[in-house]
Nanobody, 122 residues
Framework: QVQLVESGGGLVQAGGSLRLSCVAS????????MGWFRQPPGTEREFVAA????????SYADSVKGRFTISRDNAKNTVFLQMNSLKLEDTAKYYC???????????????WGQGTQVTVSP
């Protein structure tokens, strides 16, 4: 099973940018679909973006299309989430997860990291 560690969260003003990273341990990283999810306070975890094992295919939630970009570096066992034009409603704890198929269903993701907090201020 892949172990994941997220980083890069923080406090940013609306309109600003952040880049999240997720480093994976395990020799099967480049076989897995990787994804980012988020959990705003008091709500359930929701899908943000996913990238195929090769990095060629991506998928985004409608709420982040055109603002967020997911990418991966298989040589460094790392997946990234570049977040631009941040909005107040992007405030959440962000998690990365891995899945064994493409395209993935939300239920396919497992091996969650501990998450990284993103807070967008006015």
């Amino acid at each position: 099973q892949v172990q994941l560690v997220e980083s890069g969260g923080g406090l940013v003003q609306a309109g600003g940018s952040l880049r999240l990273s997720c480093v994976a341990s395990g020799r099967t990283f480049d076989w897995n679909t990787m994804g980012w999810f988020r959990q705003p306070p008091g709500t359930e975890r929701e899908f943000v973006a996913a990238v195929s094992s090769s990095g060629v295919f991506t998928s985004y939630a409608d709420s982040v299309k055109g603002r967020f970009t997911i990418s991966r570096d298989n040589a460094k066992n790392t997946v990234f989430l570049q977040m631009n034009s941040l909005k107040l409603e992007d405030t959440a704890k962000y998690y990365c997860g891995s899945a064994g198929r493409w395209p993935p269903r939300s239920s396919d993701f497992n091996s969650w990291g501990q998450g990284t907090q993103v807070t967008v201020s006015p």
